[in-house]
């Protein structure tokens, strides 16, 4: 092969792009086991990441995706762990029902009560978060700690989520968080093993806002 050869790249529309991308996804998942809906999240998930093996390790809670429709079409809040999630969300899609997305963890108050109980701010936010938005979505794709302790938190009857989408990405406690959520018998997308991030749980969230408009 010679490498010399000059790059040409093809010019095509945004739409093209993406409608021959899902149509390559399709034909490399071939047979699943999601239902139609939960693979339009999962189909969003590996064009988000081009990570097969990611999208084929979703886990859905049998209400996941009812109670996250329900959610968002019923104006309630969405919490992400960080504002990488804030900004890659289609917000319109969400405040067009009255929704809005809130992140918490660079609040002052939360700042100063993680300084002053010597804990992180993932943590304090998830406390702050569950005071100002019951049966919201939370979105947790950065932080264990965070999904850690809104686990704690729901098994101590505090909080109870509309929708946790809990796919934080790492190397200490991403797996054993998420292994944790899948335990719960509450509305939840998540994954197997390390592997997520804050551009899949965008990914994820924004399927479950088209699928809102298309109810």
Do not use: W
Request: aromatic share 6%; net charge neutral; glycine share 8%.
């Amino acid at each position: 092969m010679d490498f010399r050869t000059e790059f040409k790249p093809v010019t095509v529309q945004p739409q093209q792009i993406e409608t021959v991308s899902f149509q390559i996804i399709d034909e490399e998942v071939g047979a699943h086991n999601f239902t139609p809906q939960q693979y339009k999240v999962a189909q969003r998930v590996i064009h988000a990441s081009a990570d097969f093996e990611l999208g084929k390790s979703l886990l859905f809670h049998r209400d996941a995706i009812e109670s996250g429709i329900k959610a968002i079409k019923s104006g309630k809040k969405v919490v992400a762990d960080v504002q990488m999630i804030q900004s890659g969300v289609n917000k319109a899609r969400i405040e067009k029902y009255g929704g809005e997305v809130k992140v918490y963890i660079s609040d002052a108050d939360v700042v100063e009560e993680a300084k002053c109980l010597n804990t992180t701010r993932a943590i304090i936010s998830m406390r702050k978060a569950i005071r100002e938005a019951e049966g919201g979505i939370f979105a947790i794709g950065n932080a264990p700690t965070a999904l850690l302790e809104l686990i704690r938190l729901v098994k101590e009857g505090e909080t109870k989520p509309g929708l946790v989408i809990g796919l934080p990405v790492g190397f200490v406690s991403a797996a054993e968080s998420k292994e944790e959520l899948a335990k719960l018998d509450i509305p939840f997308i998540t994954n197997i093993g390390r592997k997520g991030g804050s551009t899949v749980t965008v990914a994820a969230l924004n399927a479950l806002t088209l699928l809102a408009e298309q109810q």
